[in-house]
C-alpha cells in the first residue's frame, strides 16, 4: 500500500466521469427498476460493444467518428427491437433481454475469434478504462448526457415508451466507452436499488450514494494497486447495502410512527 498511487492526474478525470456516469445512470436506473426490466441495461452496453468491435474488425478504429456512428447505430436498432418485445411480448419481456444479452456477447466473440487481441479487446468492454479517460473526452460524453436530461425532463410526462428506449441506448453506448459494461451495470441499478425505500430526494441520495462508492473504489484500487473497475463495483455493492438498510429501516419507523 502507498500513497503514490493517489494520483490526481489520473483519479481527477477518472472520478469526474464517475460522476458523469451517476449524473444519467441514477435517475435512469430508477425508471428502469420502475418499469420492471432490469437487464436492459447489460443487453444494450453489450450490443454496443458488439458494435464498437465490429468496428475494429472493419478496420475502422483509426476513425473515432466511424467507431462511434456503428456503436451507436447498433445501440438504437438494439433498443427498437426490444421495444418491439416489449409491445408484443411484454410476458417474456425480461427473457428475451436476457437471451438478446447472451446472443449479443457471442457475436462478440466470434468477432474476435481471429484476433490475437481478442482477450484485451474483451477485458476493455467489459471491465472498461477509466483511468485513461481524459477531459476532453469526458467533454464530448457531458455534451450527449446534457442532452440526454434534458429531453428526459422536458418530455418525461409524455414521452413514449420508444423515446425511453432510444435515450436509453444513447446514454448507455456513451458510458460503456467510458467505465465498460460492469460498471455502467452497477452505475445505472445498484444506487437506484439502495433507495428504492425513498419517497424524496431518493435521486439526490442515490447520486451521493454512488458518488462516495466510486471515490472511494478509486482511492482503493490506486492504494492496494487493483484493477478499478471491479474495485468500483465492489465498492458501490458494500454502500448500496448499507444505504438499504437504513432507508428500509426509516421507512419502518415512518410507517410505525402512522399507525
Known amino acids: 500500500m502507498t500513497l503514490e498511487g493517489l494520483d490526481l492526474v489520473i483519479l481527477g478525470p477518472a472520478m469526474a466521469a464517475g460522476l458523469l456516469v451517476l449524473a444519467t445512470h441514477v435517475p435512469l436506473g430508477r425508471e428502469v427498476l420502475r418499469r420492471g426490466i432490469i437487464f436492459i441495461d447489460l ?18 478504429s483509426d476513425n ?3 467507431v462511434q456512428l456503428v456503436a451507436y447505430g447498433a445501440a438504437l436498432a438494439g433498443a427498437i427491437l426490444l421495444y418491439g418485445c416489449e409491445r408484443n411480448w411484454p410476458d417474456i419481456q425480461e427473457a428475451i433481454i436476457g437471451s438478446a444479452f447472451v446472443v449479443a456477447a457471442s457475436v462478440g466473440v466470434l468477432l474476435l475469434s481471429g484476433n490475437p487481441q481478442a482477450g484485451e479487446h474483451l477485458k476493455e468492454l467489459l471491465v ?39 435515450l436509453f441506448a444513447v446514454t448507455v453506448t456513451a458510458s460503456v466507452q467510458l467505465v465498460g459494461v ?26 451521493l450514494t454512488g458518488t462516495v462508492g466510486y471515490a472511494a473504489g478509486l482511492m482503493l484500487s490506486a492504494l492496494l494497486d487493483l484493477p ?24 419502518c419507523r415512518n410507517t410505525e410512527s402512522l399507525t
Request: aromatic share 10%; with cysteine.
Open 43 to 60: 443487453a444494450i452496453a453489450q450490443i454496443a460493444g458488439v458494435g464498437v468491435l465490429a468496428a475494429h474488425v472493419m478496420h475502422l
Open 64 to 66: 473515432a467518428l466511424a
Open 128 to 166: 472498461g478504462q477509466i483511468l485513461w479517460v481524459d477531459y476532453p473526452q469526458l467533454l464530448h460524453v457531458a455534451i450527449i448526457y446534457v442532452v440526454v436530461l434534458l429531453l428526459w425532463q422536458l418530455l418525461r410526462g409524455e414521452q413514449s415508451r420508444l423515446l425511453f428506449y432510444l
Open 182 to 207: 460492469y460498471l455502467v451495470f452497477a452505475s445505472l441499478i445498484i444506487p437506484a436499488l439502495a433507495v428504492r425505500h425513498r419517497d424524496t430526494g431518493a435521486t439526490w441520495l442515490g447520486m
Open 228 to 251: 478499478s473497475g471491479a474495485v468500483i463495483v465492489l465498492s458501490l455493492t458494500v454502500l448500496g447495502v448499507f444505504v438499504s438498510r437504513a432507508c428500509a429501516s426509516r421507512a
